[in-house]
């Protein structure tokens, strides 16, 4: 699927958590995520291998970062997630769609 | 200055066009630009030696790429500027903020 604009073709809130790559090339991939009121299970966080700088442009989640705070991310946050460090997305809003940005960085 | 939130410190908007760098490492630099109703002049064209893609966040614009038909970008819409190609945002928004988040691989 191309997508032209990012908050277009939100198909994801039916069918749960929806990833579409926008662009890649050697080294860095950007990709559209949506989520649908989805939240990573406690024993089950995300880890992966490279380096990720993500900004949420649209709803609203709670983030958990390793051996930081919680934080609750507002539209235009963005953080940085250090490869290896496990992390939980603890929240996303269950009335309205949450949109992501996500650079990785391979 | 750090942004924490590609929405907030729009102080742009009294002096001109605004960058920020959000994040930059080996072949890419993420960049946060805010315009209010800047335009570049017409023999002036944007040409950098590095690919780009740019998404409009905020506020709107238009963008015209040598070879390509003018668009009128709307928050969310995204564009890949290759190198060396001339281009001219031809307008951005005068009554509010016009946010764009760019990455450019080097």
Redesign the interface.
């Known amino acids: 699927m191309t997508v032209?604009?990012?908050?277009?073709d939100l198909r994801a809130r039916a069918d749960g958590e929806n990833f579409t790559e926008?662009?890649s090339?050697?080294?860095?991939c950007?990709e559209r995520i949506v989520s649908s009121g989805q939240s990573t299970p406690p024993d089950k966080p995300h880890r992966q291998t490279h380096?990720e700088?993500v900004?949420l442009?649209a709803g609203s989640a709670d983030l958990r970062i390793e051996g930081e705070a919680e934080r609750n991310l507002?539209?235009?946050?963005?953080v940085?997630i250090a490869a290896h460090r496990a992390h939980w997305v603890t929240r996303t809003a269950k009335d309205e769609p949450t949109i992501w940005?996500a650079?990785h960085?391979s």
């Open positions: 032209t604009n990012l908050f277009d926008i662009m090339r050697e080294g860095v950007i380096d700088w900004v442009l507002r539209p235009g946050d963005h940085f940005l650079i960085f």
